[in-house]
């Protein structure tokens, strides 16, 4: 299974590497919304420094709404879908495929993010693990919920306004978690900010669970 | 497809032209008498409250109002388990009215809520815990009925809403607690803490009762009326079966 | 005559030539629904090991309806309906990594080169790699074009290479929605030469087509579809 699963993650990736829509249009989006954040927020008077963290994390949601659509608008093809329940593919696998494919994504945006904040926003980087870990966990919470509620759109017409929707509650708690985790690491006190990791943790685990049970089920439709 | 007979008895019946009956005629009835009890305590015989002034009244609908949406989230989410684990349509039906009564319900508890905080605090809306957890509860629910009210066959609507049904009361939980830390780790000012901490009793105490009563039988009330008007929707869609297959098959005769 | 017992298969399902008892296919008073259309309106069919089936009919018969729901994409919910011994009421999903569907639509990725479509569907299938690359040159997908991205290929070159992730799987039961659509002369003729090597190493063949004359040297024989049902079926004498 596990085996499957990789071959399916390096398939998307194998398809974003040749069609490079991440690279060229999510990427820039991301750091876009920054900019654009600078120019509401007015640099000089501090606002932009305090609100860092929760901003990071606002692109970071915003640029992994794209990335989850994208995932699944790959699907789309004539017959794709239909072949991929023929071909013997278990679901659990091509879930935790997409997941992986969705988060190796998702990391490198962060990273980059992550390079401009520091630049443009002057932002100067203390606590470390908890920075790192907090990237970790909210990445695999964003991966793991998105990917499930993406299989629920998926095929639809109205995906593209369904998953928003769908989506961003749910990651409220991600949002409130990673941010707070930020503010306590840049801030210089950490211990604040390591029981928000272990709530988006629990949260990464409920959805890792409903995510295999519920992606078969999903699959089938007649 | 089998259909779950268990319903109440009147709705096997694929006959009736309303969704009413006498069980809902009582019940409604009794509502409304709760309700003209409620507006008797709750608006004359109860007093003001020291601090809040007459907007405590406001509370009597706004406290029970709250805790109606979050049974009819409960009750989405098992349904939704339901539907999922033993195909049950009757519960996939129950799952969605119980959706939308629970979204009527949190309206309301936004929207007294507000009415309360306006006089209250002087604004109308705060970011505390309890207003923004609502919040979030609303666009839960909007999600899941999103989902549910697709154009598409009913067993692709429900199996995709029942996903996120299922997952309803977890992220209920999840986003309350997160919002809770987050509203109380950052200490506030007490000019925003919720007026409910005050001791409530006597005639007040008795008033809100009356209101989880009144809140409690319009909630059911309501909950039966939209589970038939759906049930009786699907049933509508599927009749007509024999006769697709009978008309197909003289297609084919005279091809 | 005495039928042994059916040849063990692996998880892809290869067919190794052995006769197996009772028939591949087997429907009777089968209903299949699209949402509340009644596609398939009680079909009796019976299709027996290493044959060459056509089905024809008019537009709107029901013959893609058919060979989706004999692939287990399509539930049947009334009658018996049985493919390779599995009860398609009961699992369909069982019976689907032993069958072969060439659709409407190229289940290829658009993104995505000849060679790394056609060697991720035999991956996914657990077939053999090797197989993969034969099935591409037996298909005419050789050098160049094979990486070329799918997307750029023409109708032509597209069905070929579903239809090299159909044959690199060697799947039991072979379901062909037109195979023949959007191939030339010399395309046709390659496909129908792999049916018949197909059938002769032991696989059985279910296809649809509109090209009566070539479908017709082809097959064993012809089911006739009307109206979701069957109407007519013939043991074809020619070729």
Same mark, same amino acid.
């Given at each position: 299974m596990w085996a499957d699963a990789w071959l399916v993650a390096v398939k998307d990736l194998r398809i974003e590497f040749r069609s490079r829509v991440a690279l060229n249009q999510v990427l820039p989006f991301a750091l876009l919304v920054l900019v654009l954040f600078a120019f509401a927020l007015d640099p000089d008077r501090g606002l932009l420094e305090k609100a860092t963290p929760g901003l990071y994390w606002v692109a970071v949601l915003f640029s992994a709404l794209l990335a989850l659509g994208r995932s699944f608008s790959v699907e789309s093809a004539d017959g794709v879908r239909d072949a991929l329940r023929l071909s013997g593919l278990p679901p659990v696998a091509l879930w935790l495929g997409k997941v992986l494919s969705v988060a190796i994504q998702l990391l490198v945006l962060e990273v980059v993010l992550g390079a401009g904040i520091i630049v443009l926003y002057g932002t100067s980087v203390t606590g470390w693990p908890l920075l790192l870990m907090t990237i970790v966990v909210a990445t695999v919470a964003i991966a793991t919920a998105g990917t499930l509620y993406g299989v629920v759109a998926a095929g639809l017409r109205v995906r593209e306004t369904l998953l928003p929707l769908l989506v961003l509650p749910v990651l409220a708690p991600v949002l409130i978690g990673s941010t707070r985790a930020f503010e306590a690491a840049l801030g210089g006190t950490p211990s604040e900010g390591w029981p928000w990791v272990g709530l988006m943790s629990v949260f990464a685990a409920v959805y890792v669970v409903a995510g295999a049970l519920g992606f078969g089920p999903l699959m089938e439709e007649t | 497809m089998t259909i779950e007979?268990?319903?109440?008895?009147?709705?096997?019946?694929?006959?009736?032209?309303?969704?009413?009956s006498r069980t809902t005629a009582v019940l409604g009835g009794v509502a409304l008498v709760a309700i003209a009890v409620l507006a008797l305590f709750g608006l004359v015989l109860s007093p003001a409250d020291a601090n809040q002034g007459e907007a405590v009244r406001i509370l009597y609908v706004h406290v029970p109002s709250a805790t109606a949406a979050y049974i009819g989230c409960f009750l989405t989410t098992t349904g939704s388990v339901l539907y999922l684990w033993r195909r049950s349509r009757w519960w996939e039906l129950v799952a969605f009215a119980g959706a939308e009564v629970a979204t009527l319900f949190t309206v309301i508890t936004l929207v007294t809520g507000m009415l309360w905080g306006r006089p209250t605090w002087g604004v109308f809306w705060v970011w505390d815990a309890r207003l923004t957890s609502t919040a979030m509860l609303l666009l839960l629910l909007l999600g899941y009925l999103a989902v549910r009210r697709l154009s598409a066959d009913y067993e692709v609507r429900a199996k995709r809403a029942a996903i996120v049904g299922l997952l309803l009361v977890p992220n209920v939980i999840i986003v309350r607690q997160s919002v809770q830390w987050w509203r109380t780790l950052h200490q506030k000012p007490?000019?925003?803490?919720?007026?409910?901490d005050s001791r409530i009793e006597g005639l007040m105490l008795f008033s809100l009762f009356t209101g989880f009563i009144a809140i409690a039988l319009v909630f059911l009330w309501l909950l039966i009326h939209r589970f038939r008007v759906a049930w009786l929707a699907e049933q509508v869609a599927e009749e007509g079966l024999e006769a697709a297959i009978a008309e197909r098959r003289a297609e084919g005769a005279s091809a | 005559m005495a039928t042994p017992a059916p040849p063990p298969t692996d998880n892809a399902g290869r067919a190794d030539g052995a006769p197996r008892s009772g028939p591949v296919v087997h429907l009777r008073g089968a209903v299949a629904l699209l949402g509340r259309f009644p596609a398939l309106a009680g079909v009796d069919l019976d299709v027996a090991p290493r044959r060459i089936v056509l089905l024809r009919g008019p537009n709107g018969a029901g013959k893609t309806t058919l060979l989706r729901a004999l692939a287990g994409l399509v539930s049947f919910t009334a009658g018996e309906a049985t493919v390779l011994g599995v009860d398609l009421r009961a %699992?369909?999903?069982?019976?689907r990594s032993r069958v072969g569907l060439l659709a409407h639509?190229?289940?290829?990725?658009?993104?995505?080169t000849v060679a790394d479509n056609v060697r991720f569907w035999t991956r996914a299938a657990h077939a053999d790699a090797a197989d993969a690359e034969a099935a591409m040159g037996r298909l005419g997908l050789d050098g160049r074009l094979r990486d070329v991205?799918?997307?750029?290929?023409?109708t032509g070159q597209r069905r070929r290479a579903s239809f090299a992730c159909l044959v690199a799987r060697r799947p039991e039961l072979w379901l062909l929605d037109?195979?023949?659509?959007?191939? %030339?002369r010399d395309g046709r003729d390659v496909v129908d030469a792999i049916v018949r090597e197909a059938s002769a190493a032991g696989a059985t063949v279910v296809l649809s087509s509109h090209e009566l004359d070539r479908s017709i040297a082809l097959s064993d024989e012809i089911v006739t579809l009307a109206g979701g049902a069957v109407v007519a079926t013939g043991v074809d004498d020619v070729g």
């Open positions: - | 007979t268990d319903a109440p008895d009147d709705v096997v019946d694929p006959g009736p032209l309303t969704t009413g007490t000019l925003f803490s919720n007026g409910l | %699992d369909r999903r069982a019976v639509g190229a289940g290829l990725y658009d993104e995505l991205v799918v997307g750029r290929l023409s037109e195979p023949h659509a959007g191939l %030339d």
